[in-house]
């Protein structure tokens, strides 16, 4: 939506990130418990705009590939 006042357009600010969903699709795939630091330190990475940095911090610690590929990505929408 983009709002114009004065000659300037606003625009509504995106949806933000959601790093919570982030870390609930890797606990899904850990199936028990609460995830680990290494699933939050790789989805606050995520939320900070660094993609590939985030899916390596997941898959490093064991997460697939596919689950820290999805993750990271709803960490910026």
Do not use: K, W
């Not at 630091?37 to 064991?62: I, M």
């Amino acid at each position: 939506m983009t709002l114009a006042l004065g000659g300037v357009a606003f625009t509504a600010p995106a949806a933000h990130a959601d790093v919570t969903a982030c870390i609930n699709q890797v606990e899904r795939e850990l199936q028990g418990g609460e995830a680990p630091e290494y699933v939050h330190t790789g989805c606050y990475v995520g939320l900070a705009g660094d993609h590939e940095r985030c899916v390596s911090t997941l898959t490093e610690g064991g997460v697939t590939n596919g689950t820290a590929v999805s993750a990271c990505r709803v960490s910026l929408t």
